[in-house]
Structures are given as structure tokens and as C-alpha cells.
């Protein structure tokens, strides 16, 4: 792998854009579960910290159990995490306040296990690779501070590494997908999306005349097959990534407006979005190229 690849400076707006909506996702994330932060986290709720650490899906350190029990202690950790999450979608202390969402993530997840998905999982990826990069270097208020107060900002260039591991997180979830789904007999029979339109409790909007008739189901059965492949190997591909993109966004804003699930959409876009064209310029390119990643 080429070291141009993964260390050559390239603008922060890219990853700045991922960074703001993942941090939206993580505001959403924490706004959903203060309701019931007792019932779902606390030392009295549906799962005790203990049954919690015998879960399989363990994800981590279980750092919200050794809270007090009063509830006041729960109640701050989940003020601090919202204003981790603010300050990520914002910009300011940016780094600091993206690794404090990766943590309070983290922490919940540990908490509770019962409650996670795969957007949960990925959203957590993805905060771990943006508290690792400059993406608040770009459309934040640190940006913003520093030109009010006449400092000389940070430059705006910054090395793609954590970029290239969110792409990286992003084929592989494609391509385990495809694999994962060819192992069942409704994505192979093309039947898939039939069953996957009946589940009630995630039916957002009904469309009959699509999920009801056999080829219109099998086209969007094996058509979900061939563009999650697509998206997982040719998104690298300079010339199909403008195309893909449309495509891969239309497909899960049209998943949005059918079904339920909860942010798994959303951050998927988010990260799907590391791979817009940045604007920005190397210094280890000629002037006037572009990044092609």
C-alpha cells in the first residue's frame, strides 16, 4: 500500500463533513435513550450489570456500573456525553470531545449489550477513527475561534489515514453483508424482501404495489445483493465512485422512508460519505489535481 495513500496531506472538509454527522447521529443516539437512561442503564434496570458481563456481546469495559446508584451519577455521565457529542458535531475541542463520544459509546454499549445493532457498532468505528484524525481542522468552531483570535489557524491539510479506515470499515461492511446474506435461501431465492416489507414493528411506509408482486421483490432482492457488492469492491474505483455514491444514497434514504432502524441508515451514509471527492490539495500533488479518494 502505497504510503501517498494513506499519509499525503489532504483537506480536512471531507472528514470534517463525516465528523458533523456522525455527531448528529450521536446527539440522536443520546436524545433516544434519556427517557429511560434508568430502565435501560441504571443499577436497577431490565438487565443487571451482572447478566451484562455474562452477554456474549460484551463490547467493552462496563465503566457505568461503578457509577453511584443515586441516579444522579448516571444522569451526569449521560450530560456529558451529550455535550461530548455537541462539541463533535460543532467542532470545538473537537478531538477531545470525539474521543469522549467514542467512550460514552462505548460505555453504554458495555452497559447494555440487548440493545445494540449494527449502526451502533459502526457509529462507535467510526467515532474511534475521526478522534484519531484532524477533522476539526475544517467546519468547526476551533477553526473559527482561532481566526476571531488573530492566531495563525491550524492547516487545514491533514493525513488521510483515518479517512482511508473509515472507507476500509465501509467495504468490509458491504462485502461480509453480501456473504452473510448469501448463506440464507431468501436472498438466493429472491424472496428476501418480501418477508423483510412484513415485518410490522419496522414498517415505516407500505408500498404494495412493489412488495407485493414477485419480480419487482426478486429485482430488489438480487438488485440489494449486486449494489452492496458494488459499493463494497468499486467505490475505489475513480470513475464508478460518483455514480455509487448517488446509488448507494438513494438505496439507504429508500430504506429510511420503508423501515424503521432507528439511525442504522444515517451513519452508514456518514461513513459511505468518506469517500466524497475532496477538494482539498496535496501537497504531494501537482497543483490544480484533485484527491482521487
Excluded at 469522549?100 to 460505555?107: D, E, K, S, Y
Excluded at 484524525?133 to 468552531?141: M, N, P, V
Excluded at 438505496?251 to 452508514?268: C, D, K, P
Aim: charged share 15%.
Amino acid at each position: 500500500m502505497s504510503l501517498v495513500f494513506l499519509f499525503a496531506p489532504e483537506s480536512a472538509r471531507t472528514l470534517a463533513i463525516v465528523r458533523i454527522l456522525a455527531g448528529v447521529c450521536s446527539l440522536a443516539y443520546g436524545l433516544a435513550i434519556a427517557p429511560d437512561l434508568a430502565r435501560w442503564f441504571g443499577p436497577q434496570g431490565v438487565l443487571s450489570a451482572a447478566a451484562a458481563a455474562r452477554l456474549p456481546a460484551q463490547v467493552g469495559f462496563d465503566v457505568i456500573s461503578m457509577l453511584p446508584g443515586d441516579g444522579a451519577a448516571l444522569d451526569g455521565f449521560h450530560a456529558a456525553f451529550m455535550l461530548a457529542a455537541a462539541g463533535m458535531t460543532l467542532g470545538f475541542w473537537a478531538r477531545a470531545s470525539t474521543a469522549g463520544v467514542f467512550f460514552g459509546l462505548l460505555a453504554f454499549h458495555a452497559r447494555n449489550p440487548l440493545l445494540l445493532s449494527r449502526g451502533d457498532a459502526l457509529l462507535r468505528m467510526v467515532t474511534l477513527y475521526l478522534a484519531f484524525s484532524g477533522a476539526g481542522r475544517a467546519l468547526s468552531l476551533d477553526a473559527w475561534l482561532q481566526g476571531r483570535q488573530g492566531t495563525p489557524p491550524a492547516s487545514p491539510l491533514i493525513a488521510p489515514w483515518p479517512r482511508r479506515l473509515i472507507q476500509i470499515q465501509v467495504s468490509v461492511m458491504y462485502v461480509c453483508t453480501v456473504f452473510w446474506k448469501l448463506g440464507g435461501d431468501l436472498w438466493v431465492d429472491g424472496s428476501a424482501v418480501y418477508y423483510a416489507a412484513r415485518l410490522e414493528d419496522l414498517q415505516r411506509l407500505a408500498v404494495p404495489l412493489v412488495f407485493d408482486h414477485a419480480a419487482p421483490v426478486r429485482l430488489l432482492t438480487w438488485g440489494t445483493l449486486a449494489l452492496e457488492l458494488a459499493l463494497g469492491l468499486l467505490l475505489w474505483v475513480p470513475r464508478l465512485r460518483r455514480p455509487l455514491l448517488a446509488a448507494g444514497i438513494a438505496f439507504h434514504l429508500s430504506i429510511e422512508l420503508t423501515m424503521n432502524l432507528f439511525l442504522f441508515q444515517w451513519v452508514v451514509l456518514a461513513a459511505l460519505l468518506s469517500f466524497a471527492k475532496n477538494r482539498g490539495h496535496s501537497t504531494c500533488r501537482k497543483p490544480g489535481t484533485h484527491d482521487q479518494f
